[in-house]
């Protein structure tokens, strides 16, 4: 009896459920009655125990498929709640993209125009005074020491004019790419921060597309920053490995070292947007990032990335 019961409820819910347990009963229920002897005690106890075990099973059943809609429900609830995630997620990426363009494409305009207007003026500034002190040379000697004075002050202006404008978009990175840049980076911020520094080139060099030798340029400049600002270190090795399917740049310094949060992305909270520009740049071009520092030891940083090969298009 117990088992169309059973059945009913677990297929058609509750309601047919309890519609077989009264049809069972409205089977045995005559069949009891009509017998010579009349219903025993027995035959009593066991139709009562039908109708508990019925009524325990289909309440049991129905409050099973009423947890399994629930948990259904907070499924399809927590699948929606990650899609707008990811879709938040995505569109931030790709805002966070078209900010690193347009500030690279600021830089890049900015950097033209004081190497093409800016420095050039100065530089006329400069060849005015010159030629003013060669058609006038027996002017008073305060006079020549000023002009002298000023002379050198133009000429110190633009060299820092052209210092800013390679600082801001070195021309060499567009005009020789990112081996020569590393080679006129790291002198410029040896000097800078007095620290020795010295690149090693392993394996036979690859160009990548501008764009991606842009992304490990910065990051190698803001790793050196970095060494430089943090680190107090000594001595710095900068080393590019072409291997057959990757290249790998490493900046490793022997300064004091510090703890990389578990998530590079946190520290952009309190204002510090080096790391966590160097891992957006990274993800920009399909490059793994990794960092590694031991307290007192040093801190290396890692950039992966796969060879460029002709027929994959570039993702930034
Ligand atoms: N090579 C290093 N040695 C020691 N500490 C480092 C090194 N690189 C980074 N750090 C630590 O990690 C922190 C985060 O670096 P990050 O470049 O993100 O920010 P920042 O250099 O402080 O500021 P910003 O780069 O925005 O000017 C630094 O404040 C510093 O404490
Ligand atoms: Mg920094």
Do not use: K, V
């Given at each position: 009896m117990l088992l169309p019961v059973t059945y009913a409820a677990l297929v058609f819910g509750m309601r047919f459920g309890l519609l077989a347990l009264l049809i069972a009963i409205g089977i045995i229920m005559p069949n009891l009655f009509l017998?010579?002897?009349?219903?025993t005690q027995d035959d009593i106890i066991e139709i009562i125990g039908i109708v508990i075990i019925g009524l325990v099973v289909n309440l049991w059943l129905e409050s099973y498929e009423t947890d399994k809609r629930h948990r259904q429900v907070a499924y399809l609830r927590l699948e929606n709640a990650q899609r707008e995630l990811q879709r938040m997620q995505q569109n931030l990426r790709f805002y966070l993209k078209q900010i690193t363009i347009a500030q690279e494409e600021e830089r890049r305009r900015i950097a033209q125009e004081l190497h093409d207007e800016t420095a050039q003026d100065l530089i006329a500034l400069s060849r005015k005074v010159d030629g003013f002190m060669t058609l006038h040379p027996a002017l008073p000697s305060t006079d020549e020491s000023y002009l002298e004075d000023m002379h050198q002050h133009i000429n110190r202006t633009l060299s820092g004019v052209r210092r800013f404008s390679q600082d801001l978009r070195p021309s060499v990175l567009d005009d020789l790419g990112l081996i020569p840049a590393l080679d006129w980076l790291i002198p410029e911020l040896s000097k800078h921060y007095k620290i020795k520094i010295e690149l090693k080139i392993n394996g036979e060099a690859k160009r990548f597309p501008p764009e991606a030798e842009l992304v490990l340029f910065r990051i190698v400049q803001e790793s050196l920053r970095n060494v430089g600002k943090?680190?107090?270190?000594?001595e710095v090795l900068v080393t590019v490995d072409f291997e057959p399917e990757t290249t790998v740049f490493t900046v490793r310094d022997n300064g004091r070292g510090f703890h990389p949060p578990?998530?590079?992305?946190?520290?952009a909270v309190s204002g510090k947007l080096g790391l966590t520009g160097m891992q957006e740049r990274a993800q920009l071009i399909g490059a793994k990032l990794s960092i590694k520092s031991v307290s007192g030891e040093g801190t290396t940083v890692k950039v992966e990335l796969p060879n460029p090969s002709e027929h994959t298009e570039h993702p930034y």
């Open positions: 017998s010579q002897s009349g219903p943090h680190a107090m270190a000594t578990d998530r590079i992305g946190d520290l």
